[in-house]
């Protein structure tokens, strides 16, 4: 079927079961959608019923042999359904994505792996001396609601930044956007990519918040991620290059260190995601690709380890389907996935390592189970062959029915 225009939403965090490789990430056992079915099962059904007729439930059933707790597959599909496993190396939010680009992350990040004192003394002192400020807090594995709670009123009084960090390959700084100031948190986060890039710290991100104590203190929309670029071309910079749009919204940007991009929307919260993503399907022309991440499933349920905020938003999501398939045109395709798994009933407040499904709809497509892929880096392969770019060197192209 001819394609114009894709859609890629991502759903970061939606795993749908433990892949082979999860016990060497401590994450045997983990099932993100599963176990949220599972605990809304106990008082009534997880009710996603756009999504299960574009696949989920049996995408989830080609993961684990089952289907999700009193969530019963519908008699109709509408889409098609894969699951896919990662082949990148770690299971954060750039290897997730750029592997579903077409380029997965093979070797290993640099990480900070001792939860205190975790970062080494001899960068903190050129962090310090390089940018002047008056020393830091935190340097310790930490959930940036907690820290930011437990640190922020100091933070304030001092005028020093909490550095802190997690199992990703991350470099977090949380300041105040008042008394810090958000300008000078960018240009020290920028410093310290600069620092960081010879260790291959795949992300720097700026986590700024408002507030005035430890009881009112909220993280803001100002988040910026300083990341790594890809190593090798994505299919994002292919179509670029070949002429096409891309139009990232939310954090897209930051993910591909704004490589591939035609235009960045920033948006924060669902609900805007939503309205950017509908409004840039509103001007996107042909031979363009339309990518979202939504990013409150894993940053404000999955993270904060609440099943019930993460179903209830899942629920939400699914709701918000019905316009966009009436927006949509006969030669659009929609494809809906995920980065990596963040169970929210979980221990700790790290990402887990799960396979993912992959959703495909375009009207009067004919629903076609695509089975269970190797990699993520297949939804790459499939855009790159829809749009006659040059194929990606990972990943095969879905065989999808006319």
Not at 164 to 186: K, M, N, P
Request: with cysteine; proline share 6%.
């Amino acid at each position: 079927m001819q394609t114009d225009r894709i859609i890629l939403f991502v759903l970061d965090s939606l795993g749908i079961g433990a892949s082979a490789d999860a016990a060497e990430f401590g994450d045997a056992g983990a099932d993100t959608l599963g176990h949220i079915a599972e605990v809304f099962a106990k008082t009534h059904p997880l009710k996603l019923p756009n999504m299960c007729r574009l696949g989920l439930a049996h995408a989830y059933h080609t993961s684990t042999g089952d289907f999700p707790a009193s969530m019963a597959p519908p008699d109709t599909l509408l889409g098609s359904y894969a699951c896919a496993r990662e082949i990148s190396s770690g299971k954060d939010t750039p290897s997730g994505h750029w592997e579903m680009a077409g380029v997965p992350v093979l070797e290993d990040w640099g990480y900070f792996r001792n939860k205190e004192n975790s970062f080494p003394q001899s960068l903190l002192d050129e962090i310090v001396s390089r940018s002047g400020i008056p020393g830091y807090l935190g340097n310790c594995h930490a959930s940036g609601t907690e820290i930011i709670k437990r640190l922020g009123e100091q933070h304030m009084q001092t005028g020093q930044p909490i550095f802190y960090t997690s199992a990703d390959s991350v470099f977090q700084i949380a300041c105040h956007e008042q008394s810090f100031g958000l300008e000078r948190l960018y240009r020290l986060c920028e410093l310290c990519r600069e620092l960081l890039t010879p260790s291959n710290i795949a992300r720097v991100i700026a986590r700024p918040f408002t507030g005035t104590c430890a009881d009112n203190f909220r993280r803001t929309g100002n988040r910026h991620d300083y990341a790594l670029e890809p190593p090798s071309p994505t299919v994002l910079q292919k179509l670029v290059a070949d002429g096409g749009t891309v139009i990232g919204v939310g954090k897209i940007g930051d993910i591909f260190a704004h490589t591939g991009m035609s235009e960045e929307v920033r948006a924060s919260g669902h609900p805007a995601l939503w309205k950017e993503s509908l409004a840039a399907l509103d001007r996107a022309p042909a031979k363009s690709i339309i990518m979202t991440n939504f990013v409150d499933f894993d940053a404000v349920y999955g993270h904060r380890r609440d099943p019930v905020g993460y179903g209830s938003a899942l629920e939400e999501f699914d709701r918000q389907l019905a316009p966009l398939f009436a927006k949509m045109k006969p030669t659009d395709l929609l494809i809906l996935t995920a980065d990596h798994g963040n169970d929210p009933t979980w221990e700790g407040t790290d990402h887990t390592r799960e396979h993912v499904p992959i959703l495909l709809y375009q009207k009067n497509m004919p629903a076609t189970n695509l089975g269970f892929r190797e990699t993520f880096a297949d939804i790459g392969q499939t855009i790159a062959r829809i749009f006659n770019l040059p194929a990606c060197a990972h990943g095969s192209p879905f065989q999808i029915q006319d």
